[in-house]
RNA sequence: UGGGGCGUAGCCAAGCGGUAAGGCAACGGGUUUUGGUCCCGUGAUGCGUAGGUUCGAAUCCUGCCGCCCCAGCCA
C-alpha cells in the first residue's frame, strides 16, 4: 500500500482537492470535503457486522461503500465484528463473514483491507498527559510497508500506519475493547455523566416516556460518583444476577428524541462470549460500544444505515462526554437496500434456514453472499451492481433484474459457451448413416476469439429441447415443427419429417429428421434461410448430468409486506426450485470446474455446483437465464 | 398531537439558481448459425403539492400532503 501521505487526494495549495474518478454520492463528497478542509489526512472507514447471520447483498452494498471509499482515496477499511451481544453471536458467523468479505473485495480492494494480528489488544498510550487507546490496522494484503507509532492528539490516525507482517492476522473484534470500554465507562461515571441504576426493567421502560411524553429520572440518577463506581465494579465481579442493575448516561430524561433519555451503556449478562468466553459479566450496548471502537481504531467516516441517524447525537455526546484526544470519528447514513422478490432481514433469512425452506445460509436461491458465490454470480458482478444502484438517502426498492443484468453482462464475454440440453427430445437423422460419428467445429466465445474452438460429436441420433418442438407451432415459433427446417448449431440443417408418440399418453417422444449434407456448418448455400438455430448434443456421447434451476425464492415483489395476519412465509414460490435429472451435455463439458462459469447455448449461464458436483456426476447451478425475447412474445400470446 | 429522515419516469439515481445526466426495465428497428451479444431509436413542457422570492426555481423561503425510522438491558 502507498503512503496516504503521498495521497494524491491530500489538499492542494488553493485548499481544493482532486476530482474523484468514481461515481460521486453526498458520502463521498462529504469524505473529500473533509480531506480538502484538512480535518482528516486520510481516510479509514470500518464495515463493522454482528456476527450473528451471514452477509447478504445488503452487506455487500456496504462493504462496496465503505471499501470503495477507501480504495478511491487511498485509505483503509477494517473488518470489524461488532460483538456486544454474546447471547445472538457465533464464530460459525465471523468465519463466514470474513470469508464472504474476502472473496468480494479480492482483486478490487484487497490492499485496502485492514485487519490485525490474532490476538492483539489495543495498545495505551500517553497522549497529552491522558491515557488513550489505540488499536493500528496492519494491510492485510501482501506488501505492506512502514512502521507503527502512536498518533499524534489531534490528528486522525489515517492511513499511513501499516506495517508489514507475516503473523496470522484476523478481523478487529469490539469485544477486543472491553477493557478499554470499561475504563471509558469508569471515566463517564467520574465525571459525573454516567450513574449505576437498579430499575427493573419494567420500570426503566415505564419510566422511559413516550416519544411525545417526556421521561421520568431514575431513582438511582443522583447517587454519588462513589457508589456507582462502586456499584460498577460489583456489577463486573459479578455479584450481581442478569437485569439486576445497569450503568446508564445522565443526558436528559425529556429529551424529544429517546435515545438521549439516559440510555442504557452497560447491563449484565451472564453468558459466555464467542471471543472473549467467561473473562466478562458485563457488556457493552451498542451505543456506547460503535462509536468508541470507531475511536479505538481511528476510523474518520462511520458509514451506518438510516435507522441509525437518530442515534447520532448519542454517538457524538460519548466522543464528547469524554473529551477525546485524537479526531473523532464522524457518523453518517445512507439508505439501507431493499430488491424485488426477496427479504433481507436476518431475522426473516434464518427463519427460511431454520425452518428448512432452503438448503442452508448458502443455498443458491439466498440473498446471502455465500448463496450468490454457489450460484454462481461473479464478485465482479456484485460490486458493480452496488456501484450501479448508487447511495442516498430515500427508501428504495431495486428490482432483481438488475443484479441480473450486471451477472450476464460479466459473464458474457468471458464464459465458455457449451451445448447441454435440459430436457431432452430424442431425434432421429433417417437418412445419416447409421454408426458415423462427424467431429464438429465450435467457438468457445463468439466475444473472445482468443478463447478458440472445440469439436462437438455429431452422429444419427441427437438429443433437442422439448422446448425446440411444436406439433403445431404457435404464431412467430421458428423452432422445429413437422415439415419445418431448422439449424443445429455448429452442425447442418434439418427437416422434420414425422413424430412418434407414446400410444399411450400421445405425447411425442421422438422426432424423425432428414438432414442436408449441403448445410454443413461452415458452407451455407445461397438462399438458404432458415429462421432457427437450436442446440444438441449426441445421444452416443451424451454426458447425464442434474442441472438445478433456480428462480425467486417469492412470488411476491416484497415479501416483506404482509398482511396484518399473513406470514412472508406464505408467499415463498414453491418452484422455485426445479431439479431436472435427465438432462445431456456434449462431452466438453465432463471436464468443468466446480464453480468455474459456462454457458449453456441459448439457455443461460451455469457452473457445476462447488458442493454436490461429483466427477462423472455432475450437478450444475443455472446462474441466470440468457434473456429471452422469445418468452416475452409467448407471454404476450398468453394474455392477448 | 414528540423527534429524526425522505419525496425527480415502472425501478434505481444525477442535479448544489441558468432552463431535467446515466443505468435497469419496457417498446420499435438493424446485424446475427445463441429469439443471446452488439448497434440505432422511443420516455418527465416536468421534479409530492400550493403559494412566495427571482430576469430565471427540481434547486431558495413558507404552508400542506404522503412515506420511512425511533419508546430493546438487540445491532
Known sequence: MTDSNTNEHQPTPDGAAEAPAEHQDFLREMVQGDLAAGRISGVVTRFPPEPNGYLHIGHAKAICLNFGIARQFEGQCNLRMDDTNPTKEDVEYVDSITADVKWLIAGWADHCLGMKPVGRLPEKSDLGGREDYYQPPVMAAEGATGSASAPEAGDAPGGSEAPASPEPLEPFYAS????????????????????????TPAEVDEMRGAPHRPGQESAFRDRTVGESLDLLERMRAGEFPDAARTLRAKIDMSAPNVWLRDPVLYRIRHATHHHTGDDWCIYPMYDFAHGLSDYIE????????????????????ILEALDLPRAHPRQREFARLNMTYTVMSKRKLLRLVQEEHV?????????????????????????????????????NMVQVQMLEHCVREDLNPRAPRAMAVLRPLRVVIENYPEGHVEEMEAVNNPEDASMGTRLVPFSRVIYIEQDDFREVPPPKYFRLSPGKEVRLRYAYVIKCTDVVKDP???????????????????????GRKVKATVHWVSADHAIDAEVRLYGALFTAEDPEDVPEDGDFIDSLDPDSLETLTDCKLEPSLGA????????????????????DSRPGAPVFNRTVTLKDAWARIEKKQGQG
Not at 481511528?298 to 455526546?317: A, D, K, N, Q
Open 592 to 611: 468443468a470446474v466446480p464453480g468455474a462459469a459456462v454457458q449453456f447455448e441459448r439457455l443461460g449461464y451455469f457452473c457445476a455446483d462447488p458442493e
Open 298 to 317: 481511528g476510523i474518520t467516516h462511520s458509514l451506518c444505515t438510516l435507522e441509525f441517524e437518530v442515534h447520532r447525537p448519542l454517538y457524538e455526546w
Open 359 to 395: 438448503s442452508g445460509w448458502d443455498d443458491p436461491r439466498m440473498p446471502t453472499v455465500s448463496g450468490m458465490r454457489r450460484r454462481g454470480y461473479p464478485a465482479a458482478a456484485i460490486r458493480d451492481f452496488c456501484g450501479r444502484i448508487g447511495v442516498a438517502k430515500s427508501d
Open 176 to 199: 477486543d475493547y472491553f477493557e478499554p470500554l470499561y475504563e471509558y465507562a469508569v471515566e463517564l461515571v467520574r465525571r459525573g455523566k454516567a450513574y449505576v441504576c437498579d430499575h
Open 504 to 526: 399411450e399418453t400421445g405425447e411425442v417422444v421422438e422426432v424423425r429428421a432428414t438432414y442436408d449434407p449441403a448445410t454443413r456448418s461452415g458452407m451455407n448455400p445461397e
